[in-house]
């Protein structure tokens, strides 16, 4: 990547008007588990561009000496760590801000997010019961999929320790955010870089509910046929990706990026920058449900606001009540699993 590309991406994470010089940030370790895989290696590269970062570690059970002599030598001010195998997670985790966990395996094709959950299930309670050891205070931001029953096991792995603080969980569904965006912007024809599209519910199928009612710019161009084909096409991005791979990987790229801007977004409310939003899987009370995707206002202490849905459609309406019964299935699967094991 040529230094101006690089540049271009580290401005981009820049975004939202955020213009206070680095020297006067406080230092920020990053934590990413991980970070050998397919969606950890690019989203190291990611991180690595952020000013806001000053310490990167970098942990997987392989693979991280050669991803971070790779990253470390980038010339920008975070300095990196790598880690390796069991022994060497608490001091990856040690003095963590946060916590950003893409560890696991990807889906394959005809592999449901079901299917992940037999074996991701186990991977995320163990990194959880070290994170409540040795960084108690992080910001967990969960990748690992299926997010619906990961972010559920971390709580209740966070509470059997008596470190959960519910304002310092997050589900990462901001993948969603941006398909539901670059979908919407290329059928609307307007410019990409000034949409938002909120996207609330879970991070599986149907459970992905985008609101594309809410999207500004708003566009009077879009038929009731356009919007369910974009709400159907943002919910299956993700097979989309599998089936183009052929069998030769998932999503990691986008997942990555995706992963950089919501990581991005904690940062920069942990150091107060204000009117930072996000969509994220939260434990919520916006529905009857647990936990629940919906915009979230990050500052200081994690979650600040938990923002309600706001005016809905009738096609939202209805795949609102639709997709309950499976993110709950999922949600509780979780709670189960972790209970249990």
Same mark, same amino acid.
């Given at each position: ?98 916590? &950003? ?29 070290? &994170? ?210």
């Amino acid at each position: 990547m040529r230094p101006s590309l690089l540049r271009t991406a580290a401005q981009h994470l820049r975004r939202r008007d955020y213009s206070s010089s680095a020297a006067a940030q406080p230092e920020r370790k990053v934590a990413i588990l991980g970070a050998a895989g397919g969606i950890g290696q690019p989203l190291a590269l990611l991180m690595k561009l952020n000013p806001l970062v000053s310490s990167l570690s970098l942990y997987d059970i392989a693979g991280t000496p050669g991803v971070t002599a790779d990253v470390s030598h980038i010339n920008t001010p975070a300095l990196v760590k790598g880690f390796m195998a069991d022994d060497q997670l608490a001091e990856a985790l040690q003095g963590a801000d946060v916590v &950003i966990i893409p560890a696991g395996v990807p889906r394959k094709p005809g592999m449901t997010r079901d299917d992940l959950f037999k074996i991701n299930a186990g991977i995320v309670k163990g990194l959880c019961t070290a &994170i409540a050891k040795h960084c108690p205070n992080a910001l967990v931001n969960m990748i690992s999929n299926p997010v619906n029953s990961t972010v559920p096991i971390a709580a209740e792995v966070f509470k059997k320790a008596g470190t959960f603080d519910e304002k310092k969980l997050f589900g990462v569904t901001t993948l969603d955010v941006v398909r539901a965006k670059t979908f919407y912007a290329g059928k609307a024809n307007v410019p990409v870089t000034g949409v938002n599209v909120p996207v609330v519910g879970g991070h599986a199928g149907v459970t992905i509910l985008p609101l594309f009612s809410q999207a500004t710019p708003a566009s009077n161009a879009l038929s009731h046929e356009d919007l369910k084909a974009l709400t159907k096409r943002t919910q299956d991005g993700g097979t989309e990706v599998v089936e183009a791979k052929a069998g030769k990987g998932s999503a990691t790229l986008s997942m990555a990026y995706a992963g950089a801007v919501f990581g991005d977004a904690c940062l920069k409310g942990l150091n107060g920058v204000p009117d930072i939003v996000e969509c994220s899987f939260v434990q919520s009370t916006v529905t009857e449900l647990p936990f629940f995707a919906s915009k979230v206002r990050l500052g200081k202490n994690g979650v600040e606001e938990v923002i309600g849905l706001g005016e809905l459609s009738a096609f939202e309406k209805e795949g609102l009540e639709s997709l309950k019964g499976e993110l709950l299935s999922s949600i509780e699967k979780g709670i189960k699993f972790a209970q249990e094991n």
